[in-house]
């Protein structure tokens, strides 16, 4: 018997993979409600990409606050709205960001606050992890021209990919999709669009990878 759809999906993925873009779209598809990852810009971010090692705790206890406080509104019951949520961002990968970029000292300081928050966070039912290679996930930071994005150079990119890769070889807190974003347009391609959606509404337990052809 087939279960019910999650309630609550989570998009991920690198910058440039279209973790927000899809999130938009399956919220709209599902009528589910959408919490963004930036629902207030984060003060510290520009400043990061040009100097990552003296603005990384600022901008990283930035946004562990904001996604904490967001995870508070779930865990109120937002969850049992019409539709479900969807996020574009997954709680535990903050930890990611945190271990690329910050000393020892600072780590040892986030940690004691990140597991604090972390036991009052709800772990979604469905994660949508979207892979893509460094030169789509440059081409497509480049096409959308964000002034804050601007610095950020092609090591960094690489750099969080592979340690994306890495947290979701070894995710194991629930139902994981892993998608090739690579060769795909959800965004202008109506019919990659409605395969995409179509797969994600189906995706139940484990493990399981898609890529289009």
Do not use: C
Request: charged residues 30%.
């Amino acid at each position: 018997m087939r279960s019910a759809r999650p309630r609550y999906i989570a998009v991920e993925g690198p910058i440039g993979a279209g973790k927000s873009s899809l999130a938009e779209i399956l919220a709209e598809e599902l009528s589910a409600r959408i919490i963004r990852e930036s629902p207030e810009e984060n003060p510290f971010l520009g400043a990061f990409y040009k100097d990552r090692r003296r603005h990384a705790m600022s901008a990283q206890l930035f946004f562990l606050l904001q996604r904490y406080a967001q995870q508070g509104e779930l865990a109120q019951g937002d969850l049992f709205s019409r539709g479900g949520v969807v996020s574009d961002y997954l709680f535990a990968k903050d930890r990611l960001f945190a271990l690329l970029n910050l000393s020892a000292d600072e780590m040892a300081l986030y940690d004691r606050i990140y597991q604090m928050l972390k036991v009052r966070t709800v772990t979604p039912d469905l994660v949508v992890y979207l892979q893509a290679r460094t030169d789509v996930l440059l081409d497509r930071i480049r096409k959308r021209g964000r002034p804050e994005e601007k610095p950020i150079r092609a090591e960094y990119v690489a750099e969080v990919a592979g340690a994306y890769a890495e947290f979701f070889f070894s995710y194991s807190e629930g139902p994981l999709l892993i998608v090739n974003a690579s060769e795909i347009d959800f965004v202008d391609n109506l019919e990659h669009r409605r395969e995409l959606v179509a797969v994600i509404d189906n995706a139940r337990a484990g493990t399981s990878h898609w890529s289009r052809g």
